[in-house]
């Protein structure tokens, strides 16, 4: 099936009354995520993954993603109106879109960043609508060794990408794993770090964690840091950007549509890596450097486009290679397996309805949030002054209903609540959540892969030299491997963490 054809089927299974309703949803409810400082997509993700249980894929699948990229959208509006990111992608929109904002020009800023989102992301979903089959048809060359390796890699270019140190990183890489592997040996049926305790030998539930790192930590956090905030614009004027902004604008929005579509296809990288590379690169290519941090449209318009558009990316290695890139993937890899779906070569033939109705859903929710954005702002400028002391008891018990429901089990509230507190201390110590999600629900495709390759290989290890994919993909992990501690050498030469 070429791809012009799968995408028409992917419309006509899409164009049903129940799945435009949650892509809809979705497209709302991540808005409103993006534009309310303290929530985040992975939180509204993880909170609402028991509600797909009840869906179908396609349905359910589609709201989730709608939910990631409609936070990039929404992350904008706060970042731009109250220089307080609703998400981290929109960070660096602040630096600009504020500065915009100050001078009367919120429209503007508003306007392009909702126009470079809907720009990129189109162009990124094209790309995903053609690439996502070829890497496929390559990627059913893989065995047990080469999807080993592969894994492997994707681990080590999520360490390699992180802001923070290194070590840090391998250690919640390390803890991934260990999390991952307690519950009931599925080979010889024996009993792993269950600590005598039924409740465990099914295994840590993904949701309880992922609620707890992402949902209940959260909370914690921003409990803390209370503020009112303060709306700089009552009356949104002037969305639609003028000439000058757009002769400004469309080159930094293509550079920053394509720049992010290939971070997204990286392991580790994702939106808030391309944010910050596109807003480093407009800089580095502008004639007058200074003028970013003081309301350039430049630094409003790469950015915004490069974060949707690492969204798209970041759906190729889900769906072909069954490989999470970043946190929000890594959870919607754990929602495709609940489902009974696992990603892979074999995913676009086996499912091809699934695939190709949830990239038509996205192709249509990137519309809903364009109709959203724009004629709505001045709704979703009221819903920043919803006061976070309202916000937080929602979300809490959003969590604990969320979490119960899945299982019905007590137990997993107790794992919540102690992933919860985990996650509060690792944020205090400055410990990102990436590396060990990513590592959590790669660690049983991993052992599984290298557990067959080993009964394939009657010289051991050596299989991973005999396979040329493997070797290249072990190679190329290793020469990553130095690169982290070279980089980290050169950085931090006192070796503190």
């Not at 094209?126 to 492997?152: D, I, Q």
Request: hydrophobic share 55%; net charge positive; with cysteine.
């Amino acid at each position: 099936m070429d791809a012009m054809n799968g995408l028409m089927m992917g419309f006509s299974v899409l164009f049903t009354a129940e799945n435009l309703y949650f892509c809809l949803l979705g497209s709302i409810v991540g808005t409103l995520v993006g534009v309310l400082p303290g929530i985040g997509p992975l939180a509204a993700l993880a909170l609402l993954l028991p509600v797909t249980f009840q869906l179908s894929a396609v349905a359910g699948l589609g709201m989730l993603a709608a939910i990631f990229y409609g936070a990039m959208y929404g992350g904008s509006t706060t970042s731009i109106l109250v220089n307080i990111p609703g998400e981290a992608a929109s960070v660096v929109t602040a630096l600009d879109g504020h500065a915009m904002a100050k001078q009367g020009r919120a429209g503007a800023a508003l306007g392009m960043a909702a126009i470079s989102s809907f720009v990129a992301g189109t162009l990124s979903l094209v790309a995903l609508t053609f690439f996502s089959p070829l890497l496929a048809t390559v990627a059913l060359k893989f065995g047990p060794p080469e999807n080993f390796a592969l894994m492997v890699l994707g681990l080590v270019c999520t360490l390699y990408m992180i802001g923070g140190s290194k070590i840090k990183g391998v250690l919640m890489i390390a803890l991934g794993f260990l999390a991952a592997i307690v519950g009931i040996d599925i080979v010889n049926g024996q009993d792993r770090f269950t600590l005598g305790t039924v409740n465990l030998s099914a295994g840590i539930e993904i949701l309880s964690v992922v609620i707890g790192l992402y949902g209940v930590s959260e909370i914690l956090m921003n409990c803390e840091t209370i503020a009112k905030n303060q709306v700089l614009a009552e009356k949104i004027k002037g969305l639609w950007p003028t000439f000058a902004d757009w002769k400004a604008s469309w080159k930094p929005m293509m550079r920053g549509s394509f720049l992010g579509f290939f971070l997204g296809l990286v392991p580790g990288g994702g939106p808030v890596t391309a944010s910050f590379v596109s807003y480093t690169l407009e800089r580095r290519m502008a004639k007058d450097p200074e003028r970013f941090g003081k309301g350039a449209i430049e630094g409003v318009a790469g950015p915004e486009a490069a974060n949707n558009a690492a969204v798209s990316g970041g759906m190729i290695p889900l769906f072909t290679l069954g490989i999470p890139g970043n946190a929000v993937t890594a959870l919607l890899l754990g929602a495709l397996v609940m489902q009974g779906v696992q990603p892979g070569p074999m995913f676009i033939t086996q499912r091809p309805d699934l695939f190709w109705g949830v990239v038509a859903s996205l192709y249509v929710g990137n519309v809903f949030l364009l109709l959203l954005n724009l004629p709505l702002v001045g709704l979703w400028v009221q819903c920043l002054r919803i006061p976070y002391r309202v916000l937080f008891p929602l979300i809490l018990l959003l969590s604990i209903v969320g979490t119960y429901s899945a299982n019905k089990n007590i137990f997993d509230l107790w794992v919540m609540i102690g992933f919860g507190i985990a996650g509060y201390v690792l944020r205090k110590l400055q410990y990102e959540f990436a590396p060990f999600l990513i590592a959590f629900v790669l660690a049983p495709m991993l052992e599984q892969s290298l557990r067959q390759s080993m009964v394939m290989s009657p010289d051991g290890l050596m299989i991973f030299a005999h396979r040329p994919i493997a070797a290249v993909l072990i190679i190329g992990s290793l020469i990553l491997a130095v690169l982290v501690f070279l980089k980290r050498k050169s950085i931090q030469p006192t070796g503190d963490l």
